[in-house]
């Protein structure tokens, strides 16, 4: 049995517990233009090691952003070094409705839009917890 109630991730024929991360569903916004999201998400630990973790977002705008929406995927591969430190990578997928710009949160500037209705990026780094 999975631990905390969560399934199994199967992975060359192992059996390894998938654990749920996170489930949101809120909006943000003024009181004129406000937007509804919906994330969901789980992790895999593969093994001592390596872990892998997916989410998915839908993004959706009311009247006031032309009802304008968006879908969105993430993934990331973590491998653990030690205790305290491990590399990852990362990337992220957004595709925005027709007539939309996509524009993944976080990435900063008058140029941080796309110019068309889909933007990835991808990321590598290290992590170390104090």
Known sequence: MPPSGGTWCGFHSKR???RPLFYRIGSIGS???AAFTAQVGASCQIT???SFGGNYMYLKGNEELNNNHAHQLGATLNYSL???SMVY???VYQKASAGSQAAINGIMGPNGSSSTT???IARVGLRTAF
Do not use: D, F, Y
């Open 16 to 18: 390894i517990p998938l």
């Open 31 to 33: 009181l004129l233009a």
């Open 48 to 50: 001592p090691a390596w």
């Open 82 to 84: 030690s205790k305290r």
């Open 89 to 91: 990578a990362e990337g």
């Open 118 to 120: 889909s933007q990835a």
